[in-house]
């Protein structure tokens, strides 16, 4: 191997360039700073400071509409449009996550400067310009960003994303004009269970999960209230696309009482009731849930009723003894009781820190 380029290929199978002049693909690409590029859609390019570029690569399969969209905006001339479609079609798809670290490894090799990947993401929020929100909630940097991570599943990156630089000012898009703010909530929460259903999300619980948070939102009365929500839908949207693959894991019965606990987590629900829905019995459920989820049915609905409280006394204006009577507590004395001794801390303070 004659570099770390060499190598990166080799492994990887991802291209790169050392002389970008004359290039259409990377022309407008300045070697003045190690970062990570957008170039549209799911297409990225990883510049290493002073010394070339990796890529191109898609973090998802880009089909031939894309391709020709892209080679289209490239301007170069009609004889080369297979020449240009061909190198696209042949970049490798790899998620961000593992092409921030390769950025980080051939940075360090090359400029003997450590970076870290979260600072890339940083760097690629900070640096985006925002494009007139027609419908309110296309954020460019959420369209960019945010949306395809949504559809990946990939809680921990967007995680690591939203916590790299202020999410507030991501998801402020509305100024301090509540009203504005609620109409931009309404088109990203939209956008975001269409996301999480691309990326496999069961159809049912992405719809019901937008239905209840444009509930809430209704309810809402602060900009920063909004901006919470927000927060917590582009989450919840991203750990539901991402949980199909760990639901292909669960037998046909546990599913089914995992969905139906979670759908009906503002009800009293029975055992009786998920042996019903799921078709075999008492004894038959609870023992495979069991062993398939190492809690029993009543500790998951406790902790899920628990996690749903923990969401509107962070969201919501919410009185403790509406929360206790919004999820069936038999009274607020004991959904207080609950809450502390799962969380350590009462309801009431929680809100206050919140």
């Keep these: ?27 407008d690409l300045k070697l003045n700073k190690t970062a990570i590029v957008s170039k549209g859609g799911d297409m990225y390019f990883g510049i290493i400071e002073n010394e070339g570029v990796i890529g191109p690569v898609f973090t998802a399969p880009p089909d031939d509409e894309t391709i020709s969209e892209i080679v289209h905006l490239l301007g170069v001339n009609v004889g080369e449009y297979k020449y240009y479609g061909d190198c696209l079609s ?8 593992e092409f921030a670290k390769i950025i980080c490894m051939a940075n360090f090799t090359l400029n003997v400067s450590e970076i870290k990947p979260e600072e890339l993401f940083s ?15 296309r954020n460019y940097q959420i369209e960019q960003f945010l949306l395809p991570l949504i559809r990946k599943g990939d809680v921990q990156m967007l995680k690591l994303l939203l916590s790299s630089v202020n999410y507030k000012t991501v998801f402020k898009l509305g100024g301090d004009n509540l009203a504005s703010m609620k109409k931009i909530a309404i088109s990203l929460i939209t956008l975001a269970s269409r996301e999480a259903i691309k990326g496999g999300a069961d159809i049912e619980d992405a719809l019901s999960e ?26 919840t949207f991203t750990r539901i696309a991402g949980s199909e693959e760990n639901e292909k894991q ?10 139906f606990i979670n759908r009906n ?11 019903e829905h799921t078709g075999v019995t008492e004894n038959y459920i609870s023992a495979l849930f069991r062993r398939e989820l190492g809690v029993t049915i009543s500790d998951y609905v406790k902790t899920q009723k628990l996690n749903e409280a923990k969401r509107l006394l962070s969201e919501t204006d919410m009185s403790l003894s509406d929360i206790a009577d919004s999820l069936s507590y038999s ?22 820190q919140v």
């Design 123 to 137: 760097e690629i929020i900070k640096e985006e310009k925002a494009e007139p929100l027609v419908p309110p909630a």
């Design 265 to 275: 987590i503002n009800k009293k629900i029975k055992l009786c009731d998920i042996a």
């Design 331 to 352: 009274s607020q004395s004991y959904f207080q009781n609950q809450f502390k001794s799962a969380f350590g801390i009462t309801p009431a303070r929680f809100k206050m």
């Design 90 to 97: 042949a970049a490798p798809v790899i998620s961000l996550t």
């Design 250 to 259: 669960l037998s046909l019965p546990t599913l089914k009482a995992v969905k």
């Design 1 to 27: 191997m004659n570099s770390i380029f060499d190598y990166i290929k080799w492994i990887w199978k991802i291209d790169y360039v050392t002389n970008i002049s004359g290039n259409p693909l990377y022309g």
């Design 210 to 235: 937008s239905d209840r948070l444009l509930v809430t939102l209704d309810s809402i009365n602060s900009v920063d209230g909004v901006i919470n929500l927000l927060y917590q839908a582009v989450i």
